[in-house]
C-alpha cells in the first residue's frame, strides 16, 4: 500500500500515523534487523543509540540475518508471524521484497525528513531511490584487500582487479563471496568483455559460460565468504593472502586494528544499502517503525554514521557535514569508495538486473560451487 494519509507531528523527528496519534501509542519495542560487525556498531551509534535515549523505556532488539531477509520475510509473511520492525537489505533485495509484497511501499517525501539545505527527499536521494519501498542509507563497495607482507610475492602489489585471477605472480589463497554478484561481473571484465557489455553478456549462455570458466581458474585457490566478517579475518589470519568483502570491513581492519593489509579498489562494486519496513505491521509498530526511519535518514543522522564506517552517505546534504572519525581522528572523505582518488574505475550494479535474474544465477552459481 503506498502511505499517504500520515499526519506529522513536529516534536523532535516524530512521524506517526492518524491512528497511533489517536491513541498516543507506539510500540515499546523495535526489531532492527541488519549485517552485524563493524556497520551495525555504526548505526547503533548514530541512529538506534541517540533514537533510544529521545526515547526513555523503548527497547531496541537488533537482529544480523540481513543476509537472509527475502527467505526470512518470505517464511514469516507465509506462517502470517513477521516479527521484523525496520530491515537493512542491499538495492536488489529490495526490489525483489517491494515486487513479491512483502515490503510496504513509501512516499518518500511524505515519510522522510527534507534536507537540511531545504531539498525535499526525493531531491536529496535522487536516482538513489531505485525502489518505492526503498530508503537509502549508504553508498558501498565490494573491493579487496591484500596482505603486504607476502614474500613470494617478491615485493609486487596487486594494483588491478584481474591480479585476482593471476595465480602465477600472486599465487596464494584468495576468499570471495559465495554469491554470483561481483563475482560475474569481475570475471567477464579480467577476461575481456567491455564494462557497458558485462550485463548483455551475462544473459547467454556463452557469456555465462565464459564468466564460470574464468572463475574456474581460481577455484580451486579460494575460500568462499558468506559473513562479511569472514575476509578480514581470514586475512589477519594469514589464511588467505587476497580477498574481497565490504570496503568498511576492511577499513576497520586496516586503520582500527593496523593489520599489514592493502586497499585494492580497482574496479569496487558499488552498491547501495537502505531501509524497508515489512509489509503488514500493527499499526503500533509500524508507527514506531516510521518515526525511527524519519529519524535515522536525516542529513544529520546520515552524516553521523560516516564518524564509525567509511561508508559514503546517501544524501546528498549529508555530504559537506562528513568529517572526522569520532574515535581515530582521521579523515574520513580519502577512506570513501566515491573519494576521486578511490574511483578511477568503478562498477555500478545494475539493480534491475539483479532483481530480475537473482534467483536464477544464485541456482547456476551453488550448482557450479558443487561441482
Known amino acids: 500500500m503506498k502511505i ?38 555504526s548505526q547503533q551509534r548514530a541512529y538506534s543509540d541517540p533514537y533510544a535515549e529521545m526515547n526513555e523505556g523503548l527497547e531496541v532488539i537488533w537482529d544480523e540475518s540481513s543476509a537472509e531477509a527475502v527467505a526470512r520475510l518470505r517464511a514469516m509473511n507465509e506462517a502470517g508471524n513477521v516479527t521484523w520492525d525496520v530491515v537493512d537489505v542491499v538495492a536488489a533485495d529490495a526490489m525483489r521484497l517491494c515486487d513479491e509484497g512483502l515490503a510496504m511501499e513509501i512516499d518518500h517525501d511524505e515519510v522522510l525528513a527534507p534536507g537540511d539545505d531545504g531539498s525535499t527527499p526525493t531531491e536529496d536521494f535522487g536516482d538513489l531511490i531505485v525502489s518505492d519501498c ?70 547467454t549462455d556463452e557469456g555465462l559460460d565464459r564468466a564460470f570458466a574464468m572463475l574456474d581458474t581460481i577455484k580451486d585457490q579460494t575460500v568462499w565468504w558468506s559473513a562479511g566478517a569472514d575476509t578480514p579475518q581470514l586475512l589477519a589470519d594469514g589464511e588467505v593472502v587476497l580477498g574481497s568483502t565490504y570496503n568498511g570491513r576492511l577499513f576497520s581492519l586496516i586503520e582500527e586494528q593496523g593489520q599489514p593489509v592493502n586497499m585494492l579498489w580497482d574496479w569496487q562494486m558499488f552498491d547501495l544499502d537502505g531501509w524497508i519496513i515489512p509489509a503488514g505491521l500493527p499499526e503500533d509498530r509500524l508507527a514506531r517503525a516510521l518515526d525511527f526511519l524519519r529519524f535515522a535518514t536525516d542529513t544529520q543522522r546520515l552524516a553521523d554514521q560516516a564518524q564509525y564506517i567509511s561508508y559514503g552517505p546517501a544524501r546528498a546534504s549529508s555530504a559537506p557535514l562528513v568529517g572526522t572519525h569520532a574515535d581515530l581522528g582521521i579523515e574520513m572523505a580519502p ?16 539493480y534491475e538486473w539483479w532483481a530480475d535474474y537473482r534467483d536464477d544465477m544464485d541456482a547456476r552459481f551453488q550448482a557450479w560451487l558443487a561441482q
Open 134 to 203: 526503498f530508503v537509502p542509507q549508504i553508498v558501498y563497495s565490494t573491493a579487496f584487500g591484500y596482505r603486504n607482507d607476502v614474500e613470494e610475492w617478491n615485493g609486487a602489489e596487486p594494483s588491478s582487479v584481474c591480479d585476482v585471477f593471476d595465480l602465477e605472480t600472486f599465487p596464494g589463497q584468495r576468499s570471495l563471496e559465495r554469491r554470483p554478484i561481483a563475482n560475474l561481473e569481475w570475471a567477464l571484465i579480467c577476461d575481456g568483455v567491455a564494462i557497458e557489455d558485462v550485463y548483455d553478456t551475462l544473459e
Open 335 to 350: 577512506h570513501m569508495p566515491t573519494d576521486p582518488a578511490n574511483s578511477e574505475n568503478t562498477f555500478l550494479f545494475n
Open 4 to 41: 499517504k494519509s500520515l499526519m506529522l507531528l513536529t516534536t523532535g523527528a516524530a512521524l506517526v500515523t492518524t491512528g497511533a496519534m489517536a491513541d498516543g501509542h507506539m510500540a515499546g519495542s523495535m526489531t532492527l534487523v541488519s549485517w552485524g560487525g563493524a556497520y551495525q556498531i
